[in-house]
Nanobody
Framework: VQLQASGGGLVQAGGSLRLSCTAS????????IGWYRQAPGKQREFVVS???????KYAESVKGRFTISRDNSKNTVNLQMKNLGPEDTAVYLC???????????????WGQGTLVTVSS
């Protein structure tokens, strides 16, 4: 099972970017999926998540600016980010809780990061 993230890049302050993360493989369902981020010299922090039922959680710092959506048929989650500021500059990492019914276990999976750079 792999998580493939895409969509990072360089954007000016006030601009927008869209990140995507797709889970590929067999034999699992996604309990929850979302994003963390890690800025240079800082600890990793939670950004947003969405559950299988569509419930969302947002970090206070991104509420009203970031919107997460999920396409269950494609095992994909999209993160629309708007009104970006330099403080949003970080490596964004996709994170998912994957349930394997054949073993009745849940595994936390991390994808590779995608860099978001916001210039002032």
């Amino acid at each position: 099972v792999q998580l493939q993230a895409s969509g990072g890049g360089l954007v000016q302050a006030g601009g927008s970017l869209r990140l995507s993360c797709t889970a590929s493989g067999d034999g699992f369902s996604i309990n929850s999926i979302g994003w963390y981020r890690q800025a240079p010299g800082k600890q990793r922090e939670f950004v947003v998540s969405i559950s299988g039922g569509g419930a969302t959680k947002y970090a206070e710092s991104v509420k009203g600016r970031f919107t997460i959506s999920r396409d269950n048929s494609k095992n994909t989650v999209n993160l629309q980010m708007k009104n970006l500021g330099p403080e949003d500059t970080a490596v964004y990492l996709c994170n998912a809780a994957l349930y394997f019914s054949d073993r009745d276990i849940t595994i936390i999976k991390w994808g590779q990061g995608t860099l978001v750079t916001v210039s002032s």
